[in-house]
């Protein structure tokens, strides 16, 4: 759709007009901009002469806004960062096409930096820019070519690719859990939680998942979740993390989890995108790509963690059939802490066709029991 001409009022009246509105101050936005204050209001009145509205009510020195100036400039704010936004983009990669990408921040760090040079040098042509979001947002005003999201979906005007689930796990500090060694879910009905903003029914889902009657739950609240893990780090209590991102801080033990249990998350990640966007090339090359890297990431992980009843495990509790994860072989340092008792590897050799299903960082042995396995490797059970 084309807008008439007369809709759309030379940019130097929106500059003027959008740094009045947020300074409050003809004055201020003269010095901003390097106009004079004549100058800034000569602009306001001419924008406010095409409009034919007035959008600020000016009472000597001071200058307030009308409410359809409230509503416009918030508008106007917004086109002009695009308008930047986009300007800037052509003038950093004029001759390259471009993937705008919203992506949460942890998962962006860990998961995905890791894995998009792939995509880069297949695509030598394409940039992409990343911007961090938490939860769900307007395409239609934030000039994103996609987003990878976790949570529900569908998302209001767009289109999914489910990517993959994830499973979350309960963990504090080495010394907060030695302190306070919980035994079963129930016991964090009373521990310190920590919670991440824009998971807040997180530890909802994980109790209700777990069989326990709770209240709400309460706790401080981390928009990300680099800072909840800092603070489990630092003893303040027990936060949720998806495994298979912070998997090496559990490896290293600088994470412990508080509970030998494992839980699948309520959602899962999706890559979405606007519908006004699908036949955009890059973007098809870039959903095939995740697509499959999700599928790659799916497999190398593995089965669900087995659940080890209370006595030790032996040779002839393990079928050909069984799956052992991380969380019941793993190095010293993950088992200790936690009670578990350690036996080497070689007792449970004599099973051929046991798999072992390792989070990153481990090795993957099958069909050939575990005499390659690292002989300091145990097994620990609670």
Avoid at 27 to 38: C, D, R
């Amino acid at each position: 759709m084309t807008i008439p001409r007369r809709f759309l009022p030379p940019t130097a009246m929106l500059v003027a007009f959008e740094a009045a509105a947020r300074t409050g101050n003809f004055t201020q936005a003269a010095a901003e901009l390097n106009y004079t204050q004549s100058a800034i209001s000569r602009q306001v009145r001419a924008l406010e002469d095409r409009l034919g509205t007035i959008l600020f009510v000016r009472d000597r020195q001071r200058v307030v806004l009308t409410n359809a100036g409230v509503s416009y400039a918030r508008e106007i704010r917004e086109a002009l960062r695009h308008i930047g936004a986009a300007s800037l983009a052509v003038k950093v990669n004029p001759h390259v096409m471009s993937l705008n990408l919203a992506v949460p921040p942890t998962f962006a760090a860990r998961w995905l930096m890791p894995r998009i040079h792939e995509f880069l040098a297949a695509h030598p042509n394409v940039t992409v820019n990343f911007s961090t979001r938490t939860t769900v947002f307007d395409f239609q005003r934030d000039p994103f070519d996609c987003a990878l999201h976790f949570g529900k979906v569908p998302w209001a005007g767009a289109e999914s690719a489910r990517l993959m689930d994830e499973s979350v796990v309960a963990v504090a500090s080495a010394g907060f859990a030695a302190a306070h060694r919980y035994t079963a879910p129930k016991d964090l009905v009373s521990a310190p939680l920590l919670i991440l903003s824009s998971r807040v029914d997180a530890w909802e889902h994980w109790f209700e998942m777990n069989g326990v009657a709770h209240d709400a739950v309460t706790g401080p609240l981390f928009d990300q979740f680099e800072p909840l893990a800092a603070a489990a780090r630092a003893g303040l209590g027990v936060a949720l993390v998806p495994q298979f991102l912070f998997a090496e801080e559990i490896a290293r033990g600088e994470l412990v989890p508080v509970l030998d249990t494992v839980t699948p998350s309520e959602h899962s990640y999706h890559l979405v995108w606007p519908q006004n966007r699908k036949s955009n090339p890059v973007l098809a090359h870039f959903r095939d790509w995740i697509v499959a890297q999700s599928d790659a990431a799916q497999t190398q992980r593995g089965s669900p963690m087995i659940r080890l009843s209370n006595s030790r495990p032996n040779s002839a509790e393990l079928s050909p059939s069984t799956v052992l994860s991380t969380s019941s072989v793993c190095s010293p340092n993950v088992g200790a802490g936690r009670g578990g008792k350690r036996e080497p590897l070689e007792k449970f050799s004599g099973n051929p066709g046991i798999r072992y299903s390792p989070t990153p960082g481990c090795s993957m042995v099958e069909n050939s029991g575990f005499e390659r396995m690292p002989s300091e490797w145990v097994v620990t059970s609670s």
